[in-house]
């Protein structure tokens, strides 16, 4: 079964500053990665996907992550955080067919300082 | 379009009373998910139907759990009966396909229960 794990519990960036949120998954076969950010009191919303193809992956609100196979990591970027960039972010895996559930990691809780 | 809608927004309810939470999907989505958001176990799903067929339910906790979707606009997530550990935000979430096509969630249901 695939799961994933996000390291990072809470990170505080300035606004301005770079961004990075790390994301580990197990999976056998080639995995379907998210990245979704949830907002105080809201639900989640998708950021970007990586099914196949350019492991670079844009999104939206200036968002990009990377698929490094080697290292089973899938990690969100971002060049220069805005304030309204504070929110959750989740991390999820899921199986190629999409008849099996996305398995979502814990969660980074993203501060942003002015 | 309207979103993912969810009903109640908040239920406060005592221990051991019918707790029956509401979702009307987007119109034209074909997979529906309820999932279960707390701080201890993060954000997990409880049941995945697609074309009103649960898929999977392997996430539904225990017998008290119970999940609906009689047609293509409505499910229904009822526990019967509550317990405190029930506590949490219950999130109703749709796609147009399966589980790794863009699910669009809704905004929770916060169940709070005595």
């Known amino acids: 079964a695939q799961s994933v794990t996000q390291p990072d519990i809470h990170i505080t960036v300035s606004e301005g500053a770079s961004l990075e949120l790390r994301c580990n998954y197990s999976y056998g076969a080639t995995p379907y990665l998210f990245w979704y950010v949830q907002s105080p009191g809201q639900g989640l919303q998708l950021l970007l996907k990586y099914f196949s193809g350019d492991t670079l992956v844009q999104g939206i609100k200036g968002f990009e992550a990377e698929f490094k196979r080697s290292q089973s990591s899938f990690n969100l970027r971002k060049p220069s955080v805005h304030w309204s960039d504070a929110a959750e972010y989740f991390c999820?895996?899921?199986?190629?067919?999409?008849?099996?559930?996305?398995?979502f990691g814990k969660g980074t809780k993203l501060t942003v300082n002015p | 379009d309207a979103g993912v809608i969810q009903s109640p927004r908040h239920e406060v309810t005592e221990m051991g009373q019918e707790v029956t939470l509401r979702c009307k999907p987007i119109s034209g989505h074909n997979s529906l998910f309820w999932y279960r958001q707390t701080m201890m176990r993060g954000l997990e799903l409880l049941i995945y139907?697609?074309?009103?067929?649960?898929?999977?339910d392997s996430g539904m906790p225990e017998d008290r759990f119970s999940a609906k979707m009689p047609n293509a606009s409505f499910s229904t997530l009822k526990i019967q009966p509550s317990e405190p550990r029930d506590s949490a935000v219950y999130f109703c979430a749709s796609s147009k396909g399966l589980a790794t096509d863009t699910q669009y969630f809704g905004p929770g249901t916060r169940l709070t229960v005595l």
């Open positions: 139907f697609n074309n009103n067929v649960p898929i999977d």
């Open positions: 999820a895996v899921g199986a190629e067919g999409g008849s099996e559930k996305l398995v």
